[in-house]
């Protein structure tokens, strides 16, 4: 099983960036997957989640109204698009998939049966 993150990288405050996590190995249809971000000094968070079979998402407060999940069904890809970046989003960001708690492995950020390797963002002021 593969989660690979792509597209992190450095941005001013108050633009854009959009993770993607392609998945193979697996089938996702059963599970919760979505994103942790790990910032310095700080534990590491669920963020946001998507389940695979009804499409629920969740949005940590920090990052509601800001950035969008998605998720590419066919092509077994979920996205993150990331709008209005402060510079205490830099962290950190993890792919993540968990079947048993599904969603709520994000918000209670626990659990997680897979993990890609992370990508890094770093938001400039």
């Known amino acids: 099983v593969q989660l690979v993150e792509s597209g992190g990288g450095l941005v001013q405050a108050g633009g854009s960036l959009r993770l993607s996590c392609a998945a193979s190995?697996?089938?996702?249809?059963?599970?919760?997957i979505g994103w942790w971000r790990h910032a310095p000094g700080k534990e590491r968070e669920g963020i946001s989640g998507?389940?695979?079979?009804?499409?629920?998402?969740y949005y940590a407060d920090s990052v509601k109204g800001r950035f969008t999940i998605s998720s590419d069904n066919v092509n077994n890809t979920v996205y993150l698009q990331m709008d209005r970046l402060k510079p205490e989003d830099t962290a950190v960001y993890y792919c993540?998939?968990?079947?048993?708690?599904?969603?709520?492995?994000?918000?209670?950020?626990?659990?997680?049966?897979?993990w890609g390797k992370g990508a890094l963002v770093t938001v400039s002021s």
């Open positions: 993540a998939a968990d079947r048993n708690l599904g969603i709520r492995g994000f918000i209670l950020s626990a659990g997680m049966d897979y």
């Open positions: 190995g697996v089938n996702l249809d059963d599970y919760a």
């Open positions: 998507i389940s695979r079979s009804d499409g629920t998402t």
